[in-house]
């Protein structure tokens, strides 16, 4: 038999619930006004906001899409303008951040200064201020903050916001849920970073202001209950945006001056739309140099390296000795186009690459690489640790290589080179992994969300 403590348990839960279910009820009678907020001027947020602004343009959803941006990304993107005036749809509009307010934000795709501490631990409460003035001001039912991590520090602490918010998250959840550790692993200040991030996830999704936690991270179907209780974590295809050139198959050879009779191994030193460490990257270019120069030359003239994307000088210049250190010990052929970090990417000619090669990570996710490369079905090389490394063994989408491995890489890449690549991942598998990362399906999974019908 019940005693009254349990009864009156009960009661209350029947009480919240009831108030949960008016509440929803009352919130379908008001019209729904939606939120996009980008506070950082993230290269990577264009794409995704480029997608949820043309989708409900393209599908014309009811209610109000409020796009509130830094006048620093909409100057860098002014696209998203364009598309809002091409489409001419009456319930979207444009909101550049005041200036005053703006300079609070310090924009979080320059490199952040170790003298610079206070201002890093104050830049997660003047971007929720930020967020709190504008779901006011424009009265929003609901808020989409483009890059959940920018406030997650006053969500976590239950700072009150005026309408429940919702976020993306592009790092991988698994990184923080402790299931995975590097085989050498001590207690260091990255296991402390860990249990941080843990604790911080684990109080942001128990926070009523949270709707919901859209997960740029495929491994992560559902999260264990004690972690998400509300089930509040929501898997989301990352459809990349990535500048690439298309130039007519008999010249892409040609205009990139590649010998004949090479295959093409693409090496990518940063993935485009995402973050990235760039002293991995440099790590990961000399792992790949010291491989090749292992190969025995006959295997050698089989191959081309195409090195793009951004390096910061010194690195460029440690890179460019490495190359000329290599071509005179191997008969390889080594192209190389990067460029300092800040500038506009440069095309990804990922049409050209025999092979893509995807720089060693622990964290991180370059969805847009693999994402691109499964529609060409062209095969990935990586390592076998991070998130990227457990999507190319599960997904079929290529070879994977134990981490920190010279020897093993240089046996891969002998295998690549002498083995028919039609071998080499599933094209099947590659071709439903492109399927799910389209820009319908994300736009479309983060609005049933959002704006159910």
């Known amino acids: 038999m019940a005693d009254g403590s349990d009864l009156q348990q009960v009661t209350q839960m029947l009480v919240e619930e009831a108030g949960q279910l008016a509440r929803r009820e009352s919130d379908r009678s008001q019209p729904q006004r939606l939120l996009l907020l980008e506070l950082f001027n993230r290269r990577e947020s264009f794409a995704y906001l480029w997608y949820l602004v ?57 490199p952040p200064k170790r003298n610079n501490r206070p201002q890093q631990m104050l830049q997660p409460f003047r971007a929720w201020s930020v967020l709190c003035h504008y779901a006011r001001q424009l009265q929003s039912t609901q808020c989409l903050v483009m890059d959940l991590d920018g406030v997650a520090l006053p969500l976590a602490l239950a700072a009150q916001a005026p309408c429940p918010i919702s976020g993306l998250c592009f790092h991988p959840l698994r990184d923080r849920l402790g299931d995975h550790r590097p085989r050498d692993q001590k207690f260091s200040c990255s296991v402390i970073r860990s249990w941080q991030q843990r604790t911080l996830l684990h109080r942001i999704l128990k926070r009523d202001h949270l709707k919901q936690l859209f997960c740029v991270d495929p491994l992560v179907v559902k999260l264990p209950l004690h972690l998400d209780p509300y089930g509040k974590a929501v898997p989301l295809p990352d459809p990349v945006h990535l500048q690439w050139e298309v130039p007519p198959a008999e010249n892409w050879c040609e205009q990139w001056a590649i010998e004949p009779g090479r295959r093409v191994f693409l090496y990518c030193t940063n993935d485009a739309d995402h973050r990235s460490d760039h002293s991995s990257d440099i790590a990961g270019v000399s792992a790949m140099l010291e491989a090749i120069a292992h190969l025995p030359p006959s295997l050698c003239r089989q191959m081309c390296l195409v090195i793009v994307g951004q390096l910061e000088p010194e690195a460029q210049s440690r890179l460019a000795y490495q190359v000329a250190a290599l071509r005179r010990q191997r008969p390889v052929q080594v192209l190389s186009q990067v460029q300092a970090e800040g500038r506009q990417p ?55 290589v ?26 099947q598998q590659m071709q439903q992994f492109a399927a799910w990362n389209t820009d319908v399906r994300f736009a479309a999974t983060v609005f049933r969300y959002l704006c159910p019908l």
């Open 54 to 110: 043309h989708y409900w343009s393209e599908w014309r959803l009811a209610g109000h899409l409020d796009v509130v941006l830094t006048p620093q990304f909409l100057q860098n993107h002014p696209e998203i303008l364009d598309l809002v005036k091409r489409q001419a749809t009456p319930n979207i509009q444009i909101t550049a951040i005041a200036p005053e307010m703006a300079a609070l934000l310090i924009a979080s795709d320059r």
């Open 346 to 400: 440069l095309p990804i000619p990922l049409h050209l690459a025999d092979v893509v090669v995807v720089p060693s990570r622990k964290t991180g996710y370059h969805g847009g690489l693999l994402t691109q490369a499964a529609r060409l079905q062209t095969p990935i090389l990586t390592t076998d640790e991070g998130l990227i490394g457990e999507l190319v063994k599960r997904g079929q989408l290529g070879l994977t």
């Open 402 to 427: 134990r981490a920190g491995s010279t020897q093993h890489l240089a046996v891969a890449l002998a295998y690549l080179l002498e083995t028919p690549l039609e071998q080499v991942g599933d094209r």
